[in-house]
């Protein structure tokens, strides 16, 4: 089960052993989990399933087998859940000849808002975008056509945001606004499922973790807990410096190390423990006397964190 900061509220959105295939295509595999109030991120490498996951929790897919239910209703088919949700999805969306503030009043209008024109207002001006909406969104960076399509989605003031790589062309200073913008929305009580393939944009934001690979659901709950299982799994060094054979023998006495494979281009050094061989390795070159001439890990893309939560 994941949750977020308000315990003592149930889940928004339920999933139960949801599955959805395209033809020969499994894109979402036999899933089950519950996100409640606070900010869950879901996290995965692109081509993992997520946009599909979160169309189906929007209502705008049908899963092709199990279930998806928002607030206690049933997602597809339910024209009645959209008063419930906030949708970002991570396509482009937005009407080019439109303005901004035309495109935010306009999803005001289709929600039958009783002041649509206000409605319209506080959105914009909750994603700081007030300098730039009455200009044709045609002229609108990425981030701030990101932002705008964020404003159409909380026009009508939802309590389940469902966002897809919200952040995708923000600048820094934009990225922190949105960031303390979902963090206040959590502290309400609200509901907010975000996905990102960007392992340090879901630390940033969020308490709790749903991590996909290949359409499976490979890990969730605490996102501490999520990224103590991704750092302490086994990893790849490559190491060059300028004496690699002396360097291999001396490494061979570190507890984190158990294995190392030396040829002409380096060192590949094998290690149970991410931070503490980061830590040591230059402790351990210095005193012996070596120079240290690269490190770099081999295995950090998100394909191998996920391969591996996936192998647990």
């Avoid at 914009?124 to 159409?152: C, N, P």
């Avoid at 291999?248 to 423990?273: C, Q, W, Y």
Wanted: cysteine-free; overall charge neutral.
């Amino acid at each position: 089960m994941t949750q977020g900061t308000v315990p003592d509220r149930p889940a928004a959105i339920v999933v139960e052993r949801a599955s959805r295939w395209y033809g020969n295509v499994v894109a979402v595999n036999d899933m089950t989990f519950e996100v409640g109030p606070g900010v869950t991120g879901l996290l995965g490498p692109n081509g993992a399933g997520k946009t599909t996951l979160l169309h189906m929790a929007a209502g705008l897919l049908a899963p092709s087998a199990g279930s998806v239910r928002v607030d206690g209703q049933r997602a597809w088919r339910n024209p009645g859940i959209y008063r419930q949700v906030g949708l970002v999805p991570e396509r482009e969306s937005v009407y080019a000849f439109l303005t901004g503030r035309e495109f935010a009043l306009a999803n005001a209008v289709m929600h039958r808002l009783p002041d649509p024109d206000a409605a319209a207002a506080r959105a914009i001006s909750l994603v700081d975008l007030e300098e730039s909406a009455d200009r044709r969104i045609g002229t609108y960076s990425k981030g701030m056509r990101q932002r705008i399509k964020m404003a159409a989605a909380l026009v009508h003031d939802p309590p389940v945001l469902i966002l897809d790589e919200p952040f995708n062309g923000m600048d820094p200073r934009q990225r922190l606004h949105m960031f303390e913008l979902l963090r206040q929305m959590a502290d309400e009580g609200r509901t907010v499922l975000l996905s990102s393939h960007i392992l340090e944009e879901v630390e940033r934001i969020a308490e709790s973790v749903l991590v996909i690979y290949a359409g499976r659901l490979a890990a969730s709950g605490d996102f501490r807990s999520i990224r103590r299982l991704m750092t302490d799994r086994p990893h790849v060094f490559f190491v060059r410096s300028s004496d690699d054979r002396r360097l291999a023998s001396t490494l061979l006495a570190e507890p984190s190390v158990f294995g190392i494979e030396l040829d002409l281009k380096g060192l590949l050094v094998r290690t149970s423990d991410f931070g503490q061989f980061t830590r040591r390795m230059p402790q351990v070159a210095r005193a012996a006397g070596i120079s240290l001439l690269e490190l770099a890990p081999t295995d950090e893309s998100l394909e191998s964190v996920f391969g591996y939560l996936v192998g647990r």
